[in-house]
């Protein structure tokens, strides 16, 4: 069973090693697949992951059920039905032309030529003459079909044929002319690449391609039409009769040639042909094929086992160094005459490669036999503890040759590990390769080395840890030293690094005292530090020692300022007041610390506490410490990592953060762009959206929609690209990425823009920009500037007057990109506070006021952005569909974040609401024991405008 190439969107969370498994209709055991491949997924440069073709072909597993594709943790991504297999009493297959695998046939569509079949009961063919004809070769019965059919063969037939079992006649296969003609399609080129795997597409060198169909040829030339598509949106069709006129086909009998060399762009791409009946297709599955001019590829050799010792190569010319998508486990070499040497070391597949030209992406991978072990998971450091090795698991992967590997340390026998169906899967706790390390005492560092065939290599590396038991330090405060005994009564190779943790200060920075490549008895190093508490910790080769905490614990000076320091958190705490700045980061550890002992009792002041830290404090703590403490905390601190935010939840609504258009004034001659901003973040200075640009100096010359992409590249300039949609989209502009544009060019010269729906620009538009020159010099600033294109800079000036961007988008009849799509409101609760008369009059005093002062602000500011949001969700009946207890946690969320940044405005907006501090804390306290969802989305709403307003980056 052949799973198809897959294509997966960018939200998909794939990177490497997942894979794709078999489970029955009620299996949800994802963890007991009964059969499961693996998988490398590849990203395409339109953001989406190529899976490339997976074939099962083992003897076990489920006859129906789902296809489930899973990530290195186990996690569904996507889950698949298996259509249901070929029941005819005859089946027929046609063989792909790299011979892959077979797609299935009905008995009308079988002509003359090669086919595979399978019958529940052994099947005679005979001619017109009744005589017998052999099958080329019986076959076994291909799994999963094995279940219905109990004999395949492969046979080569000229029609009519009748197909018997015993003396009974089950089928006559004759030429129809009702029926399409699906003749076996062969693509054929003196310069297609040779040696290439099954599992990938035909490349070739060149256009002059010639598909071929050994019969039918009449029908189709009479009925058919040749469909092409390239990956990068170019599109072409014929009917066959006219190719014919045109020299393009050629009939001969039965056979059928289509020369494609003159219908087929001289450039790289990666095509889908099809033939097709009025509308309908008449082959099952596309032909696909690539083309790369030029290209010249010297495959390994195919009899050769390969080993990371012996790593696979391949030289590729014709190509540049940028056209090759690098990946870990593979090296790239530059050669004499412009050769690529492509080696990889990552064997855990076939070696693969993708090739990249603008908008197409070409696969390529060559099938050589191979075996690859490694560990999981990967370690981080270049070599592992024993105690780390107990917690790894071994695993390996080779061709059908190698049945066995050996593992061995240096002067030892080695032990022997066999694979079954090619794999070899061990927990090594558990295995007899920790007692081969773990007995190999005395020694510093112990190598496992493997072997397949005569190969042998370095798997990994064991360093054992010195005991540090008696270890315990000393400070010397009139010399500044510290004077560190490590006990050891023999010196200690590896890479020591002595460093000092502050006790007073628990977020400042590891200070460094000096590093060291012997361990001794003692060292004497050098620490001028300030008055405090300092815990020592040592690291070696990568990892940190365990210590005698109470015997490396010293101090610097008196414990008055650290008193002090403390007593100072503590009054702050017991009074419930707001939380100093530079106390915040000693606050939440003090109650992570509870919260992870299952001892954090939040009470109203304390929940008051918490929502107003600064996302400062919280930077330095892992999520899931936060998630633990608060939920609210870990929702603050995810909406600083604004890549990380941008990958989960995409860009915010540009109009959130903008008023009005923006200006790009590029820095060469200061032309002027205006945009029309749809997404935006970081202040509008990242963002997306479409301009009406001019690409002449006559002010009637007409206006291009064009789509314009912006990022920051310094305090006060943007870095800007820009291209021409192939179609103007149908009001919705945040569809539109670079990927499905044509790029600007910039003029070197006169500094403007131009471009056109082409790859190779007009010779109209060449010739506007020679500027008293041989040639024009333009360069698309899609393209970095290393490879031939422009970075093109520009000032970013936001419009503080003119219509408002929601008013522009009604205008040009433009979908407006909503907010509660970005961060949608929870689902609305059975018991609402809202219930709650003396709760409803504080939270509604509250969002009328926060309302009130956010639109007599500047719009440009942060509370000019809280004024648009919820003027988009006023009222009960609102065009996004926000509820009123969903806009009162907004904007109790706002009031709460402005506490943490502007304190003096956060009393004036609760006394303006006529809110206390303490009825603050029990709105707060009510809403985190009622809903608490809606506290968090009020808070990370709030957050967000924070973080993005375009105040914090004027």
């Known amino acids: ?12 969370n794939l990177k490497v090693n997942r894979s794709l498994g078999l489970v029955d209709d009620a299996g949800d055991d994802l963890l007991r697949l009964q059969i499961s491949e693996a998988v490398n997924p590849w990203r395409m440069q339109s953001g989406e992951r190529l899976i490339d073709d997976v074939v099962f072909a083992e003897p076990d597993g489920p006859l129906s059920g789902r296809l489930v594709l899973l990530t290195d943790m186990d996690e569904e991504v996507e889950r698949l039905a298996i259509p249901p297999h070929p029941a005819d009493n005859v089946q027929f297959f046609r063989l792909t032309q790299q011979g892959a695998y077979g797609i299935p046939v009905s008995s009308a569509q079988v002509g003359e030529g090669v086919w595979l079949v399978c019958g529940e009961r052994p099947l005679t063919f005979l001619d017109e003459e009744g005589e017998e004809i052999e099958p080329d070769e019986v076959l076994p019965v291909p799994y999963p079909l094995n279940g219905r059919y109990q004999w395949a063969a492969q046979v080569n037939l000229t029609l009519p044929v009748t197909v018997t079992v015993g003396n009974k006649e089950l089928l006559s296969l004759v030429e129809s002319s009702s029926q399409p003609a699906i003749g076996r399609p062969l693509l054929s080129d003196s310069q297609q690449i040779q040696g290439l795997s099954r599992l990938v597409q035909p490349t070739f060198a060149s256009t002059d391609i010639t598909m071929t169909f050994e019969y039918g040829g009449e029908r189709l030339l009479k009925q058919a039409s040749l469909w092409l598509q390239g990956q990068d ?12 006129q045109q020299g393009a086909v050629t009939w001969a009998g039965a056979k059928l040639q289509i020369h494609l060399g003159e219908l087929l762009p001289k450039r790289p791409n990666f095509y889908a042909a099809e033939l097709r009946f009025s509308l309908q297709p008449v082959l099952p599955v596309p032909l696909q094929f690539a083309v790369v001019p030029g290209l010249v590829a010297v495959p390994p050799v195919e009899r050769q086992l390969y080993t990371p010792a012996t790593p696979p190569q391949v030289i590729l010319q014709g190509i540049t160094e940028t056209n090759v998508v690098r990946r870990d486990g593979m090296a790239v070499a530059l050669l004499s005459g412009d050769q690529q040497q492509i080696a990889w070391t990552d064997l855990r597949h076939e070696p693969r490669l993708l090739l990249r030209f603008d908008q197409v992406d070409i696969p390529l991978a060559w099938s050589v036999p191979h075996f690859m072990a490694w560990l999981e998971p990967k370690p981080d450091k270049p070599f592992l503890t024993l105690e780390e090795l107990q917690r790894t698991t071994l695993q390996a992967i080779g061709s059908s040759s190698v049945t066995e590997f050996t593992l061995f340390l240096s002067g030892q026998r080695g032990r022997h590990f066999p694979l079954k169906r090619g794999r070899y899967r061990s927990f090594i706790g558990h295995s007899q390769l920790y007692d081969m390390v773990r007995l190999r005492g005395g020694e510093q560092a112990v190598e496992v080395k493997a072997q397949v065939g005569s190969d042998v290599w370095t798997l990994f590396t064991v360093r054992q840890r010195p005991s540090l038991t008696q270890a315990f330090v000393e400070y010397d405060e009139a010399e500044k030293m510290v004077l560190f005994h490590t006990g050891l009564t023999e010196d200690w190779r590896g890479n020591g690094r002595f460093v000092a943790e502050s006790l007073t200060n628990p977020f400042a920075p590891l200070i460094e005292f000096a590093q060291r490549d012997v361990l001794k008895d003692l060292h004497i190093l050098s620490a001028p530090l300030p008055s405090g508490a300092y815990l020592f ?24 300022d650290e008193l002090i320091y403390a007593q ?29 002992a299952d001892e954090a009792a939040l009470t ?38 604004g890549v990380q935010w941008l990958e989960t939840h995409g860009y915010l609504p540009a109009w959130v953060l903008l008023p009005h258009t923006i200006t790009l004034k590029t820095t060469e001659r200061n032309f002027q762009l205006r945009v029309y901003p749809m997404q935006a973040m970081e202040g509008g200075r990242k963002g997306r959206g479409y301009g009406r640009w001019r690409f002449s100096n006559g002010e009637d010359s007409p206006k291009t929609a064009v789509f314009v992409e912006w990022r920051i590249f310094s305090t006060m300039q943007v870095q800007v690209e820009a291209g021409i949609p192939d179609e103007v989209p149908d009001g919705d502009w945040t569809a539109v990425t670079l990927d499905d544009v044509y790029g600007l060019h910039f003029c070197s010269r006169c500094g403007r823009l131009t471009g056109a729906k082409a790859f190779t620009l007009p010779d109209d538009i060449l010739q506007a920009h020679f500027h008293a020159q041989a040639t024009a010099d333009l360069r698309d600033i899609t393209v970095s500037p290393e490879y031939g294109g422009h970075r093109l800079l ?16 009604e205008t040009y009849e433009v979908i407006c990109p909503m907010a509660i799509t970005h961060l949608p409101e929870p689902p609305l609760p059975a018991q609402n506070i809202l219930n709650h008369p003396e709760r409803r009059v504080q939270l509604l005093a509250l969002l009328r006021e926060v309302r009130r002062y956010a639109t007599d602000s500047e719009p440009l500011s942060f509370w000019g952005s809280v004024a648009r949001l919820l003027s988009q969700w006023q009222g009960e009946q609102n065009v996004e569909g926000v509820s009123v207890l ?10 709460l974040r402005t506490a943490a940044y502007q304190p003096n405005l956060f009393d004036k907006l609760r006394k303006e609401a006529n809110l206390a501090e303490m009825d603050v804390r029990g709105l707060l306290a009510d809403l985190n024991q009622i809903v608490p969802e809606y506290v968090q989305w009020g808070l990370t709403w709030a957050e967000l405008l924070y973080r993005h307003s375009y105040t914090r980056f004027a």
């Open 537 to 560: 910790r040592l690291e070696l080769d990568g990892a940190w020692l365990p210590l005698p905490e109470t015997a490396v614990r010293f101090t610097v000076g008196e414990d008055s």
């Open 604 to 641: 109203p002041s304390t929940l008051f506490q918490l929502a107003t830290v600064p996302a400062k404090a919280v930077e330095n703590f892992g999520v899931n410490h936060l998630q633990k403490l608060w939920s609210p905390l870990a929702a603050l601190q995810t909406v600083q990592d």
């Open 886 to 895: 969903g806009q009162t946690a907004v904007a109790l969320g706002i009031l």
């Open 794 to 809: 520009a000032d970013y000036i936001p419009e503080r007057r003119g219509e408002p961007l929601l008013d522009i988008y």
């Open 568 to 596: 100072q958190l503590v009054q702050e705490i017991r009074q419930g007041q707001l939380i100093s700045h530079s106390l915040a980061e000693d606050f939440v550890l003090w109650w992570a610390e509870l919260a992870e």
């Open 1 to 12: 069973m052949r799973v198809q190439t897959s294509l997966y969107p960018l939200r998909v």
């Open 233 to 244: 949106g170019w599109r072409w069709q014929r009917p066959l009769a006219e190719l014919q």
